[in-house]
Structures are given as C-alpha cells and as structure tokens.
C-alpha cells in the first residue's frame, strides 16, 4: 500500500519525456501492433508507467498512469500492462534506476529465438560495449540472458531477481518477444537499448555472413 | 441493386481516415508502384474503397469511391480496384468486419512466393501472436493461408470463402502479390496488418539465419 | 544544333517536378554521394536534365539545365551528367517517352553485379509486374538487360540502340553502376522504377533464402 | 601550443554545419548511443571537434568545442572526445584536409569485424568509386585498410600515419568500431563517407549472395 501522495508536476514532466521518446521508438519501428511499454520512476513509491494496448506511434498524456512498486493503479482506473510487474521488481531491487524500456524489434525478437537454446548472448570485441555503464573499453565481454516466455510474470519476474544476485545487468531478452533494458535515466536507458539493438543486429549480420556458428 | 443512400458525413470521417492511414502504409515502402488498395465499411450496404492505379503515397478524397457489397460503383464513374470483389465478399461474410487493408511489402511478397508450395505459414511462439483478435497468449499457433494468384477475383473470393467455412482468419497471402488483413476497425485491421508483417519478416530472417528449413 | 527556343515556364514547372521527385529519391538512398541523373522532354527538340555532381538529396532550380537532343547544353554554361547521351538517345529514339530516371540504390547495384555475367535477369511469377506499361498480367515475365559498365556512354547508348530493335523495354542495368527506367512522364516512369527497385529486391531476397540458384 | 585566437565568426559557422549534418547521419542510424564525432578545421592552428558523450542527435552549438592540433582544449573546460588525436593527426599531416567524420553505422561495424583477419576490404569494379576525390573510372580499385582496435589512441594515429607515408587514403575502418573518413570540407567528406557506407554494404551483400569467399 502506498498512502503517501506523488508529485503532479514531476509526473506531467515524465509523461512528456515518456511519449516523447517512445513516439521515436515507435517510428524506428520497435514497437509493432500496440505491443512494448515504458515506465520512469516518480519516487521512492511511485512508477509512471504506460497503459495496456495502445498504439506506441500515437501516445498523449492519457495513455500514462501511475502504479505504485507493487504494480497496483494509485488514482486511477485504467489497466497497466500486462508486464508492469517487471517493470517494478526492477524499482524495487535496483534504486540507483529511474527509467525502464520494453521493446520489440525484429531484431531483438529474432536473436531472442536464436539464442534462447543457449540462454544468453555473448556480446564482445565491439568498441560499443563502452555504451554500457561501468564498461570503459572494448576488451568487455557482455552477456545478454535470454528467459523463455511466459504469460506469468511472477515467473520471470524471480528468474531476473535470481540473476541480479549473480551480476550486474543492464538488460535482458525474452524468447519470441523482445527486450528489457534500463538505466539511471531516460538517456541512460536509450542508450543502453541502442546498444543492444546495434550488437544483437551485428551479430545476427556476422552469423548470415557465416562469421558466427 | 442497393437503393438505400449512404450517410456522406461518414463517407467523409472514413477517406479522412483512410488517406492518412495510406500514406502511413505507403511511407513504409508497402504500396510500390500504384498498387495496394484499402475500404472501410460504410453501412450495411456500402463500402468505401480505393480507386483503381493511384499512387498510395498521394491520395485524396478524390481517390475514394464508394461501391456496393457486390463491388458496383455507387454514385460515381470512377473504377474501382481490380480486387474489390476480395473486400466485398469479406463485408458480405463477416459482419464484424469494418476494415479491410491489402499491401504489398518486400516481405509479404517474399514470404508468399517461399511458402506459396506449402500452401500456408506456420507462426508459433511469438508473444505479437497476441496482437490478433481472440489470442490471449504466446502459445497459440496461427496458420496464413498462402493462394495461388489469378487474375480471376472469383476464384479467390471463392477459396477465401470456403477457408472461412473451416476456421477463423485475420488474413491471407497471394502468391507473388501480397497480403490482406481485417479487423473491426482500422485501428484493429492495422494492428493485424503490422503483426503479420512483423512476423513473417521474423521467419524470413531465422531462415535465412539457418533456424528454419 | 537547335536554333528553335523552348518555353521557360514548361521548363520551370518540369525543373520543380524534377526537384522535387529526386528529393524522395535520394531520401530512400537512391542516389548516393552526389551520383544518379534524371530528365524531362522538354519539347521535340530539347531535354531538361540535373547537372553533374550535384548532391541529389540538396537539388534546387539551379541544379537543371537545358540540352537538345545531341546533349549540347542549350543557353547554358553548366557541365551536364556525364551520361546525358543516354537520355537523349531514349529521347530520340523514342518519341512517347517523356521522363529517364537513373538511380544506384543498393538493390539495383548488387543486383547489376549478381546478374552481370547472365547478362540479365528475369522476373516471373509477380502481380507487381502489372506495373510496367502494356502488361496486364502477373503471367508475363519481363527480362532486365545488365550491360558492362563504360566511360564511353556511345558504346552503352549503341547497345541500349540494338536491344530496343528487338523489345520493348522499360529499362536497363549496369554492371556495378545502377538502374536506367522511363516512361510517358514523371509518375509513369517512377512507377517503373519501383517496380524494377521492388522486384530485383524481391529476387535478392529470395536467392539469400535458397529459392533461387 | 597555440598562443592566436580564431575567428569565432567562422566557429559559428563551422559548428552550424557540423550540428546540422550531424544530425542527418544520426537519423540514419550511424552514430548509436553516443558513439561517433566529427570535426571541422578552423584555421591552421585550431579544429572545432564534437565534445565526448553527447547524443547525436540532439546535438547543439554547446556541443562544438575547439582544440589545437595536439588535441588541446582552447578556451573550453569541456572534455573533447577520446578520439581527437586521430582527427588532429589528419589535419596535421593532410594541409587539404578540412573535415573529418567517424561514424558507427551497422555496415561499417560489421565490416571491420569481417575483414579485420585480411587487413582491408578491397572495392573494384563499381562506378560509385568514382566519388572518391581523384579517380574518375570504376576500373581503379580502392582497399580499406582496417586496424585492429585499441583504447590507445596513439597507437592507432602511429598506423594511420605509416600507411599514409605509402598510399593517398580517404578512409579507414577500425575493428568492432567503425568508420573514419575526411575530405577538402564538409560536402567532399560527407561523398566519401557515403561512398565507403554504400561499397561497403554492396560487398556484404554480395557475400550473402554468395558471390564472395
């Protein structure tokens, strides 16, 4: 339960930011047929977070709405999404992030399939790992953990909790459905999804040019 | 015959809203060449629709018609696209039906010809399988029939028709041609449309990655 | 020589059409570093074509001049593209023709180098070829020319002459070079251009999938 | 060190150019998440160089700093990019060069990674080789020298100078990383840039195809 109230200034802030970008994201082509979802945190108790089933290339303010670290409406009636759930275990666990990214992206659906019999992704060699927080050279290796899906976000949920215990993570995949990826702040977190996007594109590139086994 | 007349205030709403959406589709690169035509329906009796050969990435009012459910021009010496009888018959059949869009992306076409054999498409696995009417989860399996093209609209009408005897459908490939997709309304017609696209161009690329055969 | 002057409002209003249509083009990365040409029959005896080097995707008033039928500039000390004899001689020789377009997007080129040594390629089996005038069926199959690439544009032009004494035909590759397309006017000649750019992608594509040997 | 001022008027100008185009390349998608930066010369004794870290596209003035030729800020307690003596090092040893740009795109990354065991990428037989200041047939061939990658920039600016005192070059790939490319200005920079970009991408391609080993 969370009783205490938010800011409405900060959450009008935030909504901007949210459509703003996700209206970019959708141009890129990352978030097909209403599918992904984007949410930034408010404060200690709160998460703005898109509602269920809109079309990410036409966002406004109403299709933003606040949950607490539980997942459950605060003021309102509309629906979360379905996956609000990972959103907040991720607020919970890690204070030091204010912003996660949902995607979908053929490319990131696509090496979600092709690794998911592996588990992860191994990213290296690529000067790009610096995007990373904490990364300062390119001799990193990054490994990307792919989860199989599930409608019972309890279930991933635990698994993604299972592996912050291990390693520190900037992102994960799901089998057949796309990519979560998360940073201090909303350009943290873009720039972390970039570089995703751009390593798991040239991996899937080097394997068709038969660089990859 | 259809004497009852149409309510020209809809027929107004409606080729406002299908040129935007067209010129959406066509930015896309999936309405090459003057092809592709889209119709929304009017009433019970009418369907708005397309006319024939123009160029999607600069349409008007002056490039929608509005025929009967057996594709007559109504009120209007225009010519209706070659394929009208393939939205007609859909309006007549399905009374949820609202919206019917008919492209022809690289991937569609691609996909068409590689499967055109087989007769259909499998798609499994992917959580976007949600994206179509009635599918509430990942594990659901959705088969896109693959058609021989003819330039008999007859023949297909009447092979579309009896594929809908056995099973629901949110669309269809024609070999070599393209794809069409339904839904109640233009919002849910496109979120169809962009599900099978992203979808198909997912199973193209794992093919092409050596995960398909 | 042409002694006869041309009307400088047709040639304004082509030289805007001109401008405006080589700006899509090289938005869609057709015309890569300051390459590609393209024309406009002016009249019976003179031709409206982009003059050399200019970066097609910064075109303005400035960067058409005038030609007669030779590829003599015309009132004009600016240097025309250095194939300007490959328009004109389409322009000479056929008098329906009223618009060339040369581009070098990436299909086009890849394409040209694949098929150089078949010495064409053929296209079959696909509703888009309806786009090319005079067909109006998918059963056609339409053979694209890929010529050896030259500096010396009278002995590609000679080829272009001898292959248009046994065809009709829409147009033409060069090994490593691009694409030449026409028709009666603009929108007839873009037309043909994307069905050309749609169906050699469509090919590669299906060749990357194993349907093509 | 470099004790003379430069002209602030041609900085704005300079900085004008360089935010503008570099906004056109990040929209283009070859400078993900912060990676990338470029530079303009100013004067014989001072570059005007993109600071470290920011988004490219979201770039304004404050984001143009200027150093002297070892790399020096001048007048600026911004950090420029780690990269600068690589550009610093052309301008030193090139007295015609004006402009240089490194960018990340896909190709160029994916590229380097092939081609780093060879050393270079070889382009032949393609009219767009032509773009590159000086050759004026497809029948020269260009080779890319690619540089296995270093976070000491030292290293890597000894390399480009000791394959300079042997050949002309307008470019250069580094391993995992990306693209180097300079001109006389901006226009004649960006034409090379676009013309390895457009190569490059062909050869992959073509691999694809099967047409490479």
């Given at each position: 339960m969370n009783a205490l109230p938010y800011d409405a200034a900060r959450l009008a802030v935030l909504a901007e930011e949210i459509t703003t970008n996700v209206a970019e994201l959708a141009a890129l082509g990352w978030t097909p047929a209403t599918s992904s979802n984007f949410s930034?945190?408010?404060?200690?108790?709160?998460?703005a977070i898109t509602v269920s089933g809109a079309d990410k290339g036409r966002m406004g303010r109403e299709h933003i709405m606040v949950v607490d670290l539980q997942g459950t409406p605060v003021a309102s009636d509309q629906r979360p999404?379905?996956?609000?759930?990972?959103?907040?275990?991720?607020?919970?666990?890690l204070p030091q992030v204010g912003c996660v990214l949902h995607t979908h992206s053929p490319v990131q659906t696509i090496a979600s399939r092709l690794y998911a019999g592996a588990g992860q992704v191994r990213l290296e060699g690529y000067?790009?790992?610096k995007?990373?927080?904490?990364n300062s050279t390119h001799e990193a290796a990054v490994d990307v953990p792919v989860f199989a899906n599930?409608?019972?976000?309890?279930?991933l949920a635990a698994q993604v909790d299972a592996l912050l215990d291990q390693?520190?993570?900037?992102?994960?995949?799901?089998?057949?459905?796309?990519?979560?990826?998360?940073?201090?702040d909303m350009a943290q977190a873009r720039r972390h999804l970039e570089a995703f996007e751009f390593l798991l594109h040239c991996?899937?590139?080097?394997?068709?040019?038969?660089c990859r086994t």
């Open positions: 930034r945190r408010l404060d200690d108790g709160h998460v999404s379905a996956e609000t759930l990972l959103h907040t275990r991720l607020y919970q666990r000067e790009l790992l995007a990373f927080h904490g599930t409608q019972n976000m309890k279930v390693q520190p993570l900037w992102g994960y995949l799901i089998d057949g459905h796309g990519l979560y990826a998360w940073g201090r991996e899937l590139e080097l394997r068709k040019l038969g």
